[in-house]
Every structure is written in structure tokens, then in C-alpha cells.
């Protein structure tokens, strides 16, 4: 059945033009971009939607955590060292020894003070600023134990001082902190157990101990140390397991849920088929049948000749549409498009005028169905069927380019698999023809987000190499069972595009690495830094999918991948 060529995508803005839209204020999406237009179907003004930040990997979740966690650990030692501060003087310690503690005290309540403050923005959150906290902790945790006691209860607060700070993301400061604070104690213990001095703690014990017991005693602290280190380390790294099977997860249901999406919309989309305002009426010496699909701009009709009763499918654009100007030009610039692309791999225009009272298009009709159809009964395509897909879709690719026409739009839904297994691209009506002056004056964000180019996302206009980037957001989606980059909405989906790169392909699947490689030149954000070509693009692939992408190649996507990282899966 054929497709109506300008239906929108499920999951997308839709402007009441047709196409999936997005306004950007001022010249594209911002570093920071806290609002962004976004031009809601029929709701007048554009709406003002926050991005608000979000926690996108568990290491980001833990380290919100993190900071908030230091803060409190901060709050509570002042209230410790308060109280220690109003009691230290009624232990009967030296005097100088206390006076010393007590400064301590006090400049590290001054000191974390600051980075309390600091911390208040996570960009402050340093692995700099946190070992100048941690080793003020260390230092008066000894302090505490010269003055309490090497064998008192002292030493505990260096315990939790250690738990707290093993975990950290930042592995060099635990690290640093548990070594520091083992090495100090060992070595006051060592002074102690030689007996070139007596335990000077006001805690310690006038009663004699055999040198095995402080070797005993030694050991267990030092033993907690090392406990209270490891525990941590090793509840930090469960807390990002469990933070990562929480947002597998999701994205699982997530990824159900915009199945569900689509399949309504196809449910939608088939209860809209039947007799139509202009069934059984002739246009164009065709005779008209039931709808086969109705989308923003125009509703596709089942047809046949007069003279042969050869079937096709035909365009009407919209009556109430007819009488604006620039839907009569858009519609006129597909049927230019369409025309000027004779290919196997294009629909064939059978005639068309998109200056009659009704401006009509006629089409081959196809049987068969498209990729989005495909992947909601096949989540990814096998090596040879993802190869055939890239190979026949970019011969279309590159005879647009030769032409000067660049889609805009190339997505699941406007790649048609017919039943002789040929690929076939669909809806031209966003195209850019790069002779076209009106197209000079548009505005605004045209394509669908999921396969959209970083520079449409920013308002541009795009050239071929915008549709090589869509064909790779396809072929990362039919490999991976995932589209490139994915949003609660349009305007934190562009944001996406632009800034961030997808999840790395083999963290998804298993795939070779090579194929790691060609999705980062496929999906590069520059324009020049991606294929040449749909030729060069299909033919790098397949030697990726066989891990034997060439090595000038692998070098360039290293150095890109390097540039760019992978953002976690």
C-alpha cells in the first residue's frame, strides 16, 4: 500500500505545514540554552518549553550525589568540631597540644566553609578541591589521635573520614587519602610500639601493654582502614550498577512505549483509509479510489487510468491549502524534485500539476511496506540487508545530490521496501532544490529531529552531506535497535544533536569496532568531517560490518572519536 508521502512522524512536532518543525530564538541552539522555541500545530504563539538538566549516566547521577553528600559531611563536621572545641579543654591534654588541635579545628571549619559555599555549583566540584578537603581531614584526624589516644576511639573518625571520601568518582584522591592516612598512623603506631615514646593521647592507658598487644591493636585500625576503603569503593561501584539496570531499564520501556506510539499511529493512520471528499471523482484522467493515507498538507488516493486502468497513487494537496501560496509552492517544489530523479530507487512521478485548481501529483503505486513498518516486526537488520538498504537508498542520495537537491527528511518512514525488494525514497516535499530563490527566505527547523543533521537542528539549510548524516542515523538505528539520540521533547532532542554524541554503537550490540569507527565519521557534527559521499558511505560500511574498514579511515574516526566521545549507553 502506498504511503501518504507527507505524514508526519509519531513522535514529532508537527507545524501546520506539515513537516516536523522547531523555531530556534536567535542563531541556533545556544552552549546553554535554558529555552527554546518550539511551534505547536495550531496553537498560535510559539511555546516556550525549559531544558532543565538532567542526569544522563549514573556517574552523573552519583557525582549530583556526591556533591550534595560532601556538603552534608562538611555541616556535620562543623557541628563535631564545635563540640569537640567546647570540651577538648576539661581532658586535662597539654595545653599546647590542645591549643594546636584547636586551630587546626578552626581552620578547617574556615577552609570547608568556602567550599561549601563553592560547591553550591558542581562546576566547582574538583578533584583539586576535594583533596585540599580531604587532606585538612587527615591532618586533624591525627591531631585527634595524638590527643585522645593512638588506641582510643580517636582513630574512628579517620575511618569515616576514609569511607566517605573512597567514594568519590575521583579513584587518585581516595586513593591518596586511605594511603596517607595508613602511613601516618603506621608510623606514630611504629614510634610507639618501639618505645622511643609513651601513647601521649590523655586516653591512653597507664596500665602496661607487652609490645604484641599494640602490634594487635595496630593492626585491627589499621585493618578498619583498610575496611572502611574497600566497602566503599565497593558500594560506589554496586550503586552504579544498580543506577545502570534502573536506566536500562527505562530506556527498555522507554523504547516499548514509542513502539506503542507508532503502532497507534499506524492504527491511526489505517482507520483514516476509506472514501474520501474526492473518491469516485477524475483528476487528471484518473479515476479515484479510497484514501490511502492523509497527512498535514495533502491526502494520497488510490487511483487508475481511464484509458489503460493502470493503478497509481495520487497527491491532492489540502482544499483548504489550495489558496495559500506557499503550500502551492512547496507542493510545485516536490513535484520538481520528484521529477528530476529518475531512479529505480526514487517513486516515479507519472505526471502532476501544482498549478491546477487542485494541485495533484501522481505516483507509481508500491506494494510493500517501509523501514519503520519493518523495525516494528524486526528490531535490526543483518549485515547484508543493512548493506543492500545503505547501498540502494545512497545511489538515490547521490543522483539528488548530482542534481542539486538535497531531501531534508530521509527517515524510516520515507524509505519504502517494495515487494521485488527494491529500496525506494519517498516525500520530497521538504526538499531544497539549490536553484530555488524562495527557499532563501525560510525559516525555522525543517526535517525530523530523530534523523536530523546537527546543522538543521541549528536552522540551517543543509547541503548533500546533511542527508548523508540522516542515512547514518538510519544505519545506526537499523544495526543498534536504537535511534542515534533520544528525547522526552523536540527541543531536548535538538540540544542533544548538536552538543552530545550517541551511545557507542558496540555498547549497545555487539558489533566490530570498526563499525564504532564508521558511525562516528557518519554522525560527525561537521559537515566536512563526514563521507564524501552515499557511495563512499555504503562501501565503508561494509567493510566496517566485516572489520575491515581501511586504515586512513580508522585514523580519521579515532582522532574524531577522541575529539568526541561516546556518551555512556
Known amino acids: 500500500m502506498a504511503r501518504p508521502a507527507d505524514d508526519p512522524p509519531p513522535a514529532a512536532s508537527v507545524s501546520p505545514s506539515g513537516e516536523a518543525t522547531a523555531q530556534l530564538s536567535g542563531d541556533g541552539v545556544p552552549a546553554i540554552a535554558p529555552m527554546i522555541r518550539v511551534l505547536v500545530p495550531d496553537a498560535g504563539e510559539p511555546e516556550l518549553i525549559s531544558l532543565a538538566p538532567t542526569l544522563g549516566t549514573p556517574r552523573d547521577a552519583m557525582r549530583a ?111 591518596w587519602i586511605f594511603a596517607s592516612a595508613t602511613l601516618s598512623y603506621a608510623a606514630l603506631a611504629l614510634v610507639i610500639i ?24 595496630t593492626c585491627f585500625v589499621l585493618a578498619t582502614f583498610w575496611l572502611a576503603y574497600y566497602t566503599a569503593r565497593q558500594f560506589r561501584l554496586a550503586s552504579l550498577a544498580a543506577i545502570g539496570d534502573l536506566q536500562r531499564a527505562t530506556r527498555l520501556a522507554s523504547h516499548r512505549e514509542a513502539l506503542m506510539d507508532e503502532l497507534r499511529d499506524d492504527l491511526s493512520r489505517a482507520l483514516r483509509q476509506g ?19 492523509r497527512g498535514a498538507t495533502g491526502e494520497v488516493y488510490e487511483g487508475h487510468a481511464l484509458a489503460t486502468g493502470a493503478p497509481a497513487a495520487i497527491k491532492l494537496l489540502r482544499r483548504e491549502l489550495v489558496a495559500d501560496p506557499a503550500h502551492r509552492e512547496r507542493f510545485a517544489r516536490e ?41 516494528r516486526t524486526t528490531a535490526r537488520l543483518a549485515g547484508p540487508a543493512l548493506i543492500e538498504l545503505c ?92 535511534p542515534p539520540f533520544d528525547a522526552d521533547d523536540p527541543p531536548a532532542l535538538l540540544y542533544a544533536i548538536v552538543h552530545r554524541m550517541p551511545a557507542r554503537p558496540g555498547e549497545l ?6 563499525f564504532d569507527r564508521f558511525c562516528a565519521i557518519a554522525l560527525a557534527k561537521a559537515p566536512d568531517q563526514r563521507f564524501a559521499s552515499a557511495a563512499a558511505l555504503s562501501s565503508a560500511l561494509a567493510a566496517a560490518l566485516r572489520g575491515e574498514l581501511d586504515g586512513a579511515l580508522r585514523e580519521r574516526a579515532d582522532a574524531a572519536i577522541r575529539a568526541r566521545p561516546w556518551e555512556p549507553a
Open 509 to 514: 550490540v555487539d558489533l566490530p569496532a570498526d
Open 335 to 375: 513535484l520538481r524534485a520528484t521529477q528530476a530523479l529518475a531512479s529505480p530507487h526514487v517513486v516515479r512521478v507519472l505526471g502532476g500539476d501544482a498549478g491546477a485548481a487542485v494541485p495533484f501529483l501522481a505516483m507509481e503505486r508500491l506494494h510493500g511496506h517501509t523501514l519503520a513498518e519493518l523495525f
Open 275 to 293: 472514501p474520501g471528499r474526492y473518491t469516485d471523482q477524475v483528476v487528471a484522467g484518473y479515476r479515484l479510489g479510497a484514501v490511502l493515507g
Open 65 to 175: 550525589e556526591e556533591i550534595e553528600r560532601t556538603r552534608l559531611f562538611i555541616r556535620m563536621g562543623w557541628l563535631l568540631s564545635v563540640f569537640v572545641i567546647a570540651t577538648v579543654f576539661v581532658v586535662g591534654a597539654p595545653l599546647v597540644m590542645t591549643l594546636v588541635f584547636v586551630a587546626g579545628l578552626v581552620l578547617g571549619m574556615v577552609i570547608s566553609f568556602a567550599y561549601h559555599q563553592a560547591f553550591a555549583d558542581p562546576r566547582n566540584y574538583t578533584p583539586r578541591a576535594l583533596m585540599t578537603l580531604a587532606g585538612i581531614c587527615v591532618i586533624n584526624g591525627n591531631l585527634a589521635v595524638l590527643l585522645y589516644g593512638a588506641y582510643s576511639a580517636a582513630p574512628l573518625v579517620v575511618v569515616i573520614g576514609i569511607h566517605f571520601v573512597a567514594r568519590t568518582e575521583a579513584e587518585r584522591v581516595a586513593r
Open 391 to 482: 547501498r540502494q537508498v545512497g545511489r538515490a542520495v547521490d543522483l539528488a545530490a548530482g542534481a542539486g537537491i538535497v531531501h531534508r527528511d530521509l527517515k524510516p518512514q520515507n524509505l519504502f521496501y517494495t515487494d521485488d525488494g527494491t529500496w525506494k525514497v519517498l516525500d520530497f516535499g521538504v526538499a531544497a532544490l539549490t536553484d530555488d530563490p524562495a527557499l532563501a527566505h525560510e525559516t525555522g527547523v525543517i526535517g525530523t529531529p530523530h534523523y536530523m543533521a546537527p546543522e538543521q537542528a541549528q536552522g540551517g539549510r543543509g547541503d548533500p552531506r546533511t542527508d548523508l548524516y540522516a542515512l547514518g542515523a538510519i544505519v545506526y538505528r537499523a544495526a543498534t535497535g536504537w
Open 194 to 217: 618501639s618505645g622511643v615514646v609513651a601513647d601521649p593521647g590523655v586516653f591512653a592507658s597507664a596500665r602496661p601493654v607487652s609490645r604484641a598487644t599494640l602490634i594487635t591493636g
